[in-house]
T-cell receptor
Framework: GAVVSQHPSWVICKSGTSVKIECRSLDFQATTMFWYRQFPKQSLMLMATSNEGSKATYEQGVEKDKFLINHASLTLSTLTVTSAHPEDSSFYIC????????????????FGPGTRLTVL | RKEVEQDPGPFNVPEGATVAFNCTYSNSASQSFFWYRQDCRKEPKLLMSVYSSGNEDGRFTAQLNRASQYISLLIRDSKLSDSATYLCVVNNNNDMRFGAGTRLTVKP
């Protein structure tokens, strides 16, 4: 099955620093990757949709200059939280769409294991 | 109105019980529908897709009513391991919208 990895799985950083989270599709090429954020006891909130080779599309209320997304290849997307603050502490999850080459596509999303960010 | 609304829960049921979750969506152009399961502090995992004709996978049955913009999930003979949060997901052109989730606890 489709496997998506994230690195790191958890990170603790000081306020004001930047943190980069990697999302990789391990056994398939993902033209579209998604970044979500989840606060405790709340649902997933879509932050942005990332297409390989183009700029990410951000959801309303998500600052593109604070959450930098790069989708440089079909297997890697990165999210950089710049100048992180305690309110950015959350569970960040990426997902990837899985497409089969013969034109049949599955539009389920496969999720990475998530990255727990704690900003002190 | 939220794009995807679910029963707020929580549902606390004994082992062996049958439990049903409901979900409504607001975008009539939505194309595909899913139920995901999320365990505490873990990522969501696809439980099943939902097809117009309804589909069954073991103890799990999903139904879709496009006219009413309504999706359901039925779990029969619930197990302790079914305890999780169940997320209703609606997709329109790769724009996936998640419900807030319904928490299920199955007790011995």
């Amino acid at each position: 099955g489709a496997v998506v990895s994230q690195h790191p799985s958890w990170v603790i950083c000081k306020s004001g620093t930047s943190v980069k989270i990697e999302c990789r599709s391990l056994d398939f090429q993902a033209t579209t990757m998604f970044w979500y954020r989840q606060f405790p006891k709340q649902s997933l909130m879509l932050m942005a949709t990332s297409n390989e080779g183009s700029k990410a599309t951000y959801e309303q209320g998500v600052e593109k200059d604070k959450f930098l997304i790069n989708h440089a290849s079909l297997t890697l997307s990165t999210l950089t939280v710049t100048s992180a603050h305690p309110e950015d502490s959350s569970f960040y999850i990426c997902s990837a769409s899985y497409f089969i080459l013969d034109g049949i596509s599955y539009n389920e999303q496969f999720f990475g294991p998530g990255t727990r960010l704690t900003v002190l | 109105r939220k794009e995807v609304e679910q029963d707020p829960g929580p549902f606390n049921v004994p082992e062996g019980a049958t439990v049903a979750f409901n979900c409504t969506y607001s975008n009539s152009a939505s194309q595909s529908f899913f139920w995901y399961r999320q365990d505490c502090r873990k990522e969501p995992k696809l439980l099943m897709s939902v097809y117009s004709s309804g589909n069954e996978d073991g103890r799990f049955t999903a139904q879709l009513n496009r006219a009413s913009q309504y999706i359901s999930l039925l779990i029969r003979d619930s197990k302790l391991s079914d305890s999780a949060t169940y997320l209703c997901v609606v997709n329109n052109n790769n724009d996936m919208r998640f419900g807030a989730g319904t928490r299920l606890t199955v007790k011995p």
